[in-house]
């Protein structure tokens, strides 16, 4: 489990201002960021103007603000995202120098895009970087960004959504397991995207456009499919669960909707997969112990 992990969440605290204040006061840390003095007296203004514990609403006006943390809770840095018309601009910063090296910078990337693509609708997601940042320059080119224009000053990079999407399919990141969903399940969560309102459902949405597509006959017995029962270690906890529908779930009977923060993060994964999940307010372990039950291995194709 030393693979990067990055989740980016959108609640920022006074800890969390404090956090970004001394980040920014690292002149390595701010050398290529062009409106680093701009953020750094909007912080202190927010900090001693405003009594309040949670931020979050100040900090996104004019784009989206997220904070970037580890697999242990930890903030590490921070992507904002601006959408202008159909395009969408990433900046991201790791804010300690601890942590260069450790390519968090590219998995904070793919979650930017998977919020930019997905929930945001972005048609193009700008990266715009100095190019003596090598770091950054590398981290966006092996994220499959591609050189759209560049000055003396500044190399434009952008990512197309269709792009995005083919390589999504076809190129998966190194951290992430295949995952498995039938052509029935497809086209039944499908139409759920479509008329689900929930706040997350794009990260649903993102597992339906990375899964590998198979015959409800040829799906391998240990994947988790919809209507499957499954015995899950979550963190150090045996959880025994059944993966549902939003209209089938029941929390206390162990029914967990697709929609949900485990639901969606156990579609599609096998026995033996092991992973880890922002849900609210922490990063969980995700184990897949058994698949105790799956309707396709048993023949209820009607389910």
């Known amino acids: 489990m030393n693979k990067p992990f990055i989740s980016l969440c ?23 960021l062009s409106d680093s003095r701009h953020v750094s007296r909007f912080i202190e203004q927010v900090i001693g103007r405003v009594q309040l514990p949670i931020l979050t609403h100040l900090f996104n006006q ?95 990079f952008a990512m197309h959504a269709e792009r995005y999407l083919r390589l999504l399919r076809e190129s998966p990141a190194a951290h992430t397991a295949d995952i498995h969903i039938t052509e029935i399940d497809k086209a039944r969560l499908g139409s759920l995207v479509a008329l689900e309102q929930g706040a997350d459902i794009f990260e649903l949405e993102h597992e339906i456009a990375r899964a590998i597509v198979v015959d409800p006959r040829q799906v391998a017995e240990d994947v988790v499919t919809m209507n499957s029962k499954a015995l899950l270690q979550v963190d150090n906890e045996e959880v025994e669960v059944a993966l549902v529908y939003p ?57």
């Open 10 to 32: 959108p609640e920022i605290t006074r800890a969390n201002a404090h956090t970004l204040m001394d980040w920014l006061e690292d002149e390595s840390v701010t050398r290529y």
């Open 62 to 156: 004019g784009g989206r603000f997220f904070m970037a943390y580890d697999r242990h809770d930890v903030p590490v840095g921070f992507v904002r995202l601006v959408k202008k018309g159909p395009d969408c601009e990433m900046v991201l910063v790791i804010g300690n120098r601890d942590n260069w090296g450790r390519r968090l910078g590219a998995s904070a990337i793919r979650e930017g895009m998977k919020l930019a693509f997905f929930d945001m609708r972005a048609e193009k997601l700008v990266a715009k970087i100095h190019p003596d940042n090598a770091r950054s320059l590398q981290a966006f080119l092996r994220s499959g960004f591609l050189l759209e224009s560049e000055t003396p000053g500044m190399k434009s």
């Open 247 to 303: 209209e089938d779930a029941d929390d206390h009977a162990g029914k967990l909707s697709v929609c949900s923060g485990i639901g969606t993060a156990i579609l599609g994964y096998k026995e033996g997969d092991a992973f880890n999940w922002r849900i609210p307010h922490r990063t969980c372990h995700i184990r897949i112990r058994k698949v105790l039950y799956q309707p396709e291995a048993a023949g209820d194709f009607h389910l």
